[in-house]
T-cell receptor, first 115, second 112 residues
Framework: AQSVTQPDIHITVSEGASLELRCNYS??????LFWYVQSPGQGLQLLLK??????LVQGIKGFEAEFKRSQSSFNLRKPSVHWSDAAEYFC?????????????FGKGTHLIIQP | DAGVIQSPRHEVTEMGQEVTLRCKPI?????LFWYRQTMMRGLELLIY????????DSGMPEDRFSAKMPNASFSTLKIQPSEPRDSAVYFC??????????FGPGTRLTVL
């Protein structure tokens, strides 16, 4: 069975500083990987996804993630965070493109931005 | 497009009552998913449909939960009878294979 681990429940970063959110997955075949963001009281919005090809994936809002098969990781990064980035971030893995099958989510990382 | 529409946005009910959550997927999407989000368990897939047919309901907690998709533009998730431990945010998502899932705003359910 596939699983996703987000080791950090909370992360606090100063505005303007760089950010890295960790995600490790467990899956037998080539995974399809996703990062979603959830603002308070809102649904989930897709930041980026990895299906194949270039292991460095660019997403919306200035985020990027790097797939490292050897480490079973798909960490999310942003060079300079803004106060509006404060939210809950979820890493997810799917067996296909995320369309035909359900996703398995990590427990999430709560990002706090300090002024 | 209006995105995935869920109703109601908030539901407060008493233990033992029937609860029906509704979802309208994005037009043209052929896959629909129901998720539940709690503090303890995070986001869990309950059930998903492809072309209105339930494909995997292994995530449905127990027989009190049922889901239907009578047509391509409507789905319901029903809990009967409801219990306090069912309190959660329930999300509906839709997609076209193999693209991303688009999530609705969720229904916050409180069972007293």
């Amino acid at each position: 069975a596939q699983s996703v681990t987000q080791p950090d429940i909370h992360i606090t970063v100063s505005e303007g500083a760089s950010l890295e959110l960790r995600c490790n997955y467990s899956y037998g075949a080539t995974p399809y990987l996703f990062w979603y963001v959830q603002s308070p009281g809102q649904g989930l919005q897709l930041l980026l996804k990895y299906f194949s090809g270039d292991t460095l994936v660019q997403g919306i809002k200035g985020f990027e993630a790097e797939f490292k098969r050897s480490q079973s990781s798909f960490n999310l990064r942003k060079p300079s965070v803004h106060w509006s980035d404060a939210a809950e971030y979820f890493c997810a893995v799917g067996e296909s493109g995320g369309g035909a099958d359900g996703l398995t989510f990590g427990k999430g990382t709560h990002l706090i931005i300090q002024p | 497009d209006a995105g995935v529409i869920q109703s109601p946005r908030h539901e407060v009910t008493e233990m033992g009552q029937e609860v029906t959550l509704r979802c309208k997927p994005i037009s043209g999407h052929n896959s629909l998913f129901w998720y539940r989000q709690t503090m303890m368990r995070g986001l869990e897939l309950l059930i998903y449909f492809n072309n209105n047919v339930p494909i995997d309901d292994s995530g449905m907690p127990e027989d009190r939960f049922s889901a239907k998709m009578p047509n391509a533009s409507f789905s319901t998730l029903k809990i009967q009878p409801s219990e306090p431990r069912d309190s959660a945010v329930y999300f509906c998502a839709s997609s076209t294979d193999p693209n991303e899932q688009f999530f609705g705003p969720g229904t916050r359910l409180t069972v007293l």
